[in-house]
């Protein structure tokens, strides 16, 4: 049955939205392929606005991935903006792809990438608009299958109520694994309905199918025990892991939007992965082991998407990018290819060591020099061995002096507020590493001119980390910490003027926290959030603490439990974990060590360069470590 | 700070009239001008780049229809460091585009100039003396349309007030409006009733836009469209002394212009929409 694109009731109303732009698609190498032709049909949501969803690699690679396949469609949905949320309500128009303009719940599927749990909202307004019901126990046999996948889908357990399933890991293999049980499935006219494709998907051991587990809980909240309600449902769901990244190298052909976004380049990630152990990175704990992809797969991928793409901007991306065991060649030989093109190249997360200013230095060869940025994370020397950031003051100075030598004048260090175990003179103690930052490259320049700003994020304990036992900071004391910073740096006559400071307020971190580590109870917080007008939690100007607030005293009145509950309490050894049947590959045993060491500031070693430390990943997931060098080049292209 | 090498210099600038079409009239014209500079690259054309610390494409633009108005004829220059065959660059250019941003047009700018390092700007804007207008007004009958034309085109003068950058402006749209009639051809085979009218409007300070037009048709006669209207730039350009009409403004520059191909002039001969063509000259009229 032909599905008729929405664009004709659409294209009058454009005239009346912010930034029309983005909802009419016609992005360079966007696909739209016949509706009829394919068996399995997926939708692909980024559930935020489009200036920042389509820039999203995850969801550019299995668009690219899926649409490959015979048999298989896939199109994109973003968020829609309050004002065209209004003009849609009005005028009857169904939450809708940007590809051909097809109404959402006309899908197989609407896979959804959740980097950050304050989209949880905006997943609702999505459905709502769609005609699928929020939630999942209310579908039919006609909506699709919600499935959540991103980050934040490693506990998926707030938004269980509204997803049919979630996905960890890695989605290219798992996406057209599911594809396949769909099509199975489809082809055999649908037996057993929904329930039996979501059962068929949950026995496969790598699809989560919240409704098929029951959630009990002890009289003082905690939870006592998650157990699968029917037979064939494994009880625990592992990660997916690809292993050889060279055997994916996508995106092939990027979005290029006509609309501004909020990263303008092509991005390749040169691996996944990370194993320094930085015990508040999230990303760095679930998406072990470190797999580096090839010097000449990174070096093909970037001459075929910047011409694909036209982008004038190569971001080289991964945890920590210049850990690349040959990213001193890959730096080289790019800079070398493209001297005189008027194409820049960026390294977006880097360690503190001096090396990076030889990369730095390589990459602003072709003029365009953008600023370094420097993560040092904790303040003080102790707080930096609590989190496990193994990077001392000297190091730092060391780095920043050999920058402002080869001309930088700016730096940017980041920096976080409310670490397990903090006190009032860790955050100060940012003051004067800022100021020691100001002096050593005045005295190394000679220059009045040089400036650092530090950028300050608040911490939110996630699972599957080392702090996912650990009291959330109240966001009270974040914000006396970081007025009282602030004062320490604006107070100073010699160094203040130097140093810029940016920093958001404590209370959007307590709803994160809520979210990263809530259970299902949690669910009708979102619900009563965005029921009472709640969009786009990740932005500024639409969030409110407020109304999170009084959401969560509502919903969780007849609960033994409360937002403080969630949040700034911690947990011991032995409380269930609402995420602890959903596999990371890290060993629980091994986490709950690397807390107490945390606390107990023991420092633990890289083991791509020393012995496994038994966190537990590869042997669990069948995995390993696979980095380099492979001693190959990154040849010169001939010119075409 | 290391400085890169001084840029090369520019041996050929072209003009290139481009339309924007379809769903593309909601680019701005930031997002065109990001499109283009993609599609330079893309299509491997040897652009210039200014010097200095954030070298930039040598590509200036002679006004930009406003977002959400489609345009048949903008226009853009654009700087080479290498002889470029204009008919190739055309061919290239248009299919490194997202289709709706199309290239229409390009000359290699006259002889003279070719070498200058400095654009002059000026020069070719002022070419652009007027812009002809198609505005279709859906759920309009033809009728209503045209007495509040009649009205409009009767009146000595049409104040409208509009908030601009400079805050809230009042100016007379009449005077610029050298041509307003009904299409009522092309109303009659359009697929939904509607009305349909072209107009030729003089470039002027402050710019007089359809948008203004529009709120003069409803000031003289009450003419309230139901729903937003859809608005084409069909062409910009001298206006002709003798039709009323608009002349192309790249003809100086194919009369003394670089030989440019004999492919360029069957791809101009066939595909260029002549704005003063006989197919359309009917609608606008002194």
Not at chain 1, 245 to 265: F, G, I, M, S
Not at chain 1, 456 to 470: C, D, L, N, Y
Not at chain 2, 16 to 29: C, D, E, I, N, P
Not at chain 2, 198 to 221: E, F, K, N
Request: hydrophobic content about 40%.
């Amino acid at each position: 049955m032909p599905v008729e694109s929405i664009f004709p009731r659409l294209e009058p109303l454009l005239p009346s939205v912010q930034k029309p732009i983005q909802y009419v698609g016609g992005e360079l190498n966007s696909q739209v392929k016949d509706w009829d032709e394919a068996e399995v049909r997926w939708a692909l949501m980024y559930p935020d606005a489009y200036e920042v969803g389509l820039p999203n690699q995850g969801v550019q690679i299995l668009y690219e991935i899926l649409n490959e396949r015979d048999g298989v469609l896939a199109e994109r949905t973003y968020s829609v903006w309050p004002d065209m949320e209004a003009v849609m309500r009005e005028h009857g128009i169904p939450q809708f792809t940007v590809d051909a303009h097809r109404p959402v719940a006309a899908f197989d599927v609407l896979g959804v990438s959740f980097s950050t749990e304050l989209g949880y909202t905006n997943l609702l307004t999505a459905l709502d608009l769609a005609g699928v019901p929020p939630t999942a126990a209310d579908r039919t046999d006609d909506h699709p299958i919600v499935i959540a996948g991103g980050h934040a889908a490693f506990n998926p357990e707030p938004i269980a109520d509204f997803v049919d399933a979630a996905v960890l890991g890695d989605g290219e293999e798992i996406a057209l694994a599911i594809t396949e049980v769909i099509r199975e499935w489809k082809a055999e006219g649908g037996p057993g309905g929904r329930d039996e494709l979501l059962l068929r998907l949950a026995a496969s051991g790598g699809v989560y199918v919240p409704r098929f587990y029951d959630v009990t809980y002890l009289p003082d909240g905690r939870i006592q025990r998650v157990a699968p309600n029917r037979p064939g449902v494994p009880w625990r769901i592992e990660k997916h892991t690809v292993m050889d990244l060279d055997q994916w190298p996508y995106p092939k052909k990027p979005l290029v939007p006509l609309a501004e976004t909020v990263h303008e380049r092509f991005s390749v990630e040169i691996f996944r992965g990370c194993t320094r152990g930085c015990r508040f990175c999230q990303a760095g704990m679930i998406t072990r082991p470190v797999r580096e992809r090839s010097i000449t797969t990174i070096g093909a991928m970037v001459d075929q998407g910047l011409k694909e793409s036209g982008f004038q901007e190569v971001g080289l991306l991964s945890l920590s990018s210049a850990d690349h065991s040959e990213i001193g060649d890959v730096a080289k030989g790019l800079a070398d290819r493209y001297e005189g093109t008027n194409t820049s190249l960026s390294l977006p997360s880097t360690r503190v060591d001096a090396f990076n200013i030889t990369l730095a230095n390589e990459f602003s060869r072709g003029g365009r020099r953008s600023g370094l940025t420097f993560a040092p994370e904790g303040g003080s020397e102790r707080m930096r061995k609590v989190i496990n950031k193994m990077v001392t003051e000297d190091d730092l100075i060391r780095t920043v002096t050999t920058a402002y030598e080869n001309g930088w004048r700016q730096v940017k260090l980041y920096f976080m507020c409310g670490l397990p175990t903090e006190e009032d003179e860790d955050v100060l103690a940012i003051a004067d590493m800022a100021k020691r930052v100001i002096r050593a490259g005045r005295e190394a320049t000679g220059r009045k001119d040089i400036r650092c700003t530090v950028s300050i994020g608040g911490f939110v304990p996630k699972p599957h980390t080392p702090f996912q036992w650990a009291a959330q900071c109240d966001h009270e004391t974040v914000d006396r910490r970081l007025r009282a910073l602030k004062d320490a740096l604006r107070g100073d006559k010699e160094y203040g003027r130097a140093i810029g400071l940016r920093y958001h307020d404590g209370q959007p971190s307590i709803v994160e926290g809520l979210l990263s580590r809530g259970d299902r109870r949690v669910g009708k917080i979102i619900r009563a959030v965005w029921e009472d007008g709640g969009r786009f939690d990740g932005w500024s100007e639409h969030f409110s603490y407020e109304r999170w607030t009084t959401a969560a005293e509502k919903a969780l009145a007849d609960e033994p439990v409360d937002l403080a509950w969630y949040t700034v309490r911690e947990r011991d050894e032995v409380e269930v974990l609402p995420w602890d049947h959903l596999d990371a590959g890290l060993d629980r045993e091994w986490l709950w060590q690397d807390w107490q060491d945390a606390v107990d500031e023991t420092e633990v070693e890289d083991c791509r360069w020393t012995p496994c430390y038994d966190c537990g990943v590869c042997p669990t997931m069948g995995t390993e470590i696979q980095i380099g060098p492979t001693g190959r080049k990154l040849l010169p292209l001939s010119v075409v | 700070m290391p400085e890169g090498p001084a840029p090369a210099p520019v041996t050929q600038r072209l003009r290139v009239r481009y339309a924007k079409r379809g769903r593309l009239r909601f680019t701005s014209h930031r997002d065109i001008s990001r499109a283009v500079e993609r599609a330079v690259r893309r299509a491997g054309i040897p652009v210039a780049f200014s010097g200095g610390f954030t070298p930039h494409p040598k590509i200036s633009y002679a006004g930009a229809a406003a977002t959400g108005v489609a345009s048949e004829a903008e226009y853009l220059e654009i700087g080479l460091t290498e002889i470029r065959d204009p008919a190739r660059v055309r061919a290239d250019l248009d299919a490194a585009l997202p289709p709706g941003l199309d290239i229409v047009d390009v000359v290699p700018v006259r002889a003279g100039r070719v070498g200058d390092a400095q654009p002059r700007a000026g020069a070719f804007v002022d070419r652009l003396e007027a812009s002809e207008w198609r505005i279709r007004l859906d759920g309009v009958s033809s009728d209503d349309a045209a007495e509040a034309v009649a009205a409009f085109m009767a009146a000595g003068s049409i104040e409208v007030e509009r908030l601009t950058k400079k805050g809230l402006r009042r100016f007379d749209v009449r005077a610029a409006v050298s041509a307003c009639e009904l299409d009522r051809r092309a109303a009659e085979s359009a697929d939904a009733p509607c009305a349909i009218l072209r107009m030729v409007v003089r470039h002027s300070t402050p710019a007089v836009r359809p948008d203004d037009i529009l709120t003069g048709l409803r000031q003289v006669a009450d003419l309230a469209p139901p729903s937003p209207p859809l608005v084409t730039r069909l062409a910009q350009g001298p206006l002709r002394a003798d039709t009323g009409g608009l002349a192309d403004p790249l003809d100086p520059d194919r009369e003394t212009g670089l030989p440019s191909g004999d492919d360029a002039e069957t791809a101009r001969g066939q595909e260029r929409p002549q704005p003063g063509d006989a197919a359309s000259v009917d609608a606008v009229s002194a």
